[in-house]
């Protein structure tokens, strides 16, 4: 889903005026299916609406657009739109990152991508639920295995695992915790097993129980809108290297503007934009309005200028509350603003509740030494700091010696044991480390924090005695 922001062409004269920002505004909203080359979009023309009022609008299909990313901070977009005012307009632009604040989170799913190939996973889209309502369960195969579900949970356990990936919906009828269990086989007889916690409650539990304090983050990055002003809506971007947010809000006039001419777009079309500081979980934040632009064109440049405040609180990762004040409009009021589509607000929660995405290790501390296999099996536990809204973990343990880790699983606790019937020889009690780090599902992105590591040492048999 994109916006795009623009201006009356050129050459066009606008006769009509404009109590909310500038009477050349114009705006497209545009969506579509991406893949591994770019995403094919269906651009809409919307009318008939009122700055945060509940008009009945009208939508209209005019044209496409073809949005190709060469970088995580650079790309293409091709358009095609026709209307009745226009005509048909083409041209390509070529865009970038205005600041690059998230450019670093793009480059880190394309790594975590490539990383991730032909590994398990078995993760929920969210670890807590209300009973009767459905969880998104993400699976995949390693590579060679062929997996089924095991479990209690009866739409789970007699559910069918097609391919090497997917997700599907699972819903927990009865409160408690729910052990998701994925078993996978190849054709030599190897098998392995993961496995992911749902915890369901009744909706009585559930409005009782407090959620977590939100702490601003880019899983909030998103379209958001009033569900009772239809044909509106604003693009948040928030900026964590500046601790700010960025607001753009694609809106209309007060007043019945559609009759104005208007060769591109909609006469009745405002937007603005609005910047700010990031205070806890709030943002007061300037809002401007820009004049004199015209459409794809770079000349004669536009011009901000302050045009009122926008104070944004963000209740929770699905939640905004907007309050806004337009002195020369004459408008002041409040949005209650939601997502338009949920596909960012695991990504909200994994960072939303804790201002640190590093988990804490707890045992063994760091560079102590461990027990060797005094009675012919080490036994050895490491535990970590449960991270918020993690649905599992990946640990490692390995040698320095070691190609590849000794020890490389998920769990969906935050402890794990090893037990094993074999000591660790004179010439390995040296060099040994451990790390952890948590993993979330963003609809089909597997979200990854930052490996955690510590240090730490064997014992000599000789000890034991």
Known sequence: FLTWFTYESAGTSVSNNANVGDARHRWFTA??????????????LTRGG????????????????????????????TYDIETDESGRLTGTIPIQRVVTDNQLLCEQFLSNEAAEAGQALLAVSRPEVVTGEPVS????????????????????????????????????????????????????????????????????????????????????????????????????????????????WFTYDNFDASGGNADVGSADHRWMTAFGPIDGDRSEMQMFVNRGGAFDQGQPPSVSEPYGTLDLSFDSCDEITAK?????????????????????????????????????????????????????????VFDWEAFPNATSYEIEISHERDEQPRIREQTANNTYRVRKSSDIPQDQLDGW??????????????????????EFSVEPLSACD
């Open 31 to 44: 969506q579509g299916s991406y893949d591994e080359s770019g995403v094919d979009l269906t651009v809409i």
């Open 50 to 77: 009122r700055l945060d009022r509940g008009n009945t609008v009208t939508r209209e299909e005019v044209g496409t657009m073809r949005l190709e990313f060469l970088a995580c901070n650079s790309g293409v977009l």
């Open 137 to 248: 369960v993400v699976w995949r195969a390693p590579r060679g295995m062929q997996c089924r579900p095991e479990g209690t949970t009866a739409n789970w356990a007699n559910a069918t695992l097609m391919g090497t990936h997917g997700s599907l919906p699972v819903t927990m009828e009865q409160a408690g915790e729910h052990v998701l269990t994925m078993k996978c086989k190849d054709g030599q007889g190897r098998s392995m097993r993961k496995q992911t916690v749902v915890k369901a409650k009744t909706s009585n539990d559930r409005a009782q129980s407090s959620g977590p304090e939100i702490i601003v983050n880019e899983g909030l990055n998103d379209a958001w809108a009033d569900p009772e002003t239809d044909g509106q809506g604003v693009l948040i971007n928030v900026l964590p290297e500046v601790n700010a947010v960025f607001a753009a």
């Open 324 to 380: 806004y004040n337009l002195p020369a409009a004459g408008e002041a009021g409040t949005m209650n603003l939601r997502r338009i589509v949920q596909d960012r607000v695991a990504s909200c929660l994994t960072k939303g509740s804790n201002g640190e995405d590093e988990g804490r290790l707890v045992r063994p501390e760091n560079k102590e030494r461990l027990p060797n296999a005094c009675n012919g099996q080490l036994d050895w």
């Open 433 to 454: 480390t451990w790390r952890v780090r948590w993993l979330r599902v963003d609809t089909f992105t597997i979200l990854e924090g930052p490996w955690s590591e510590y």
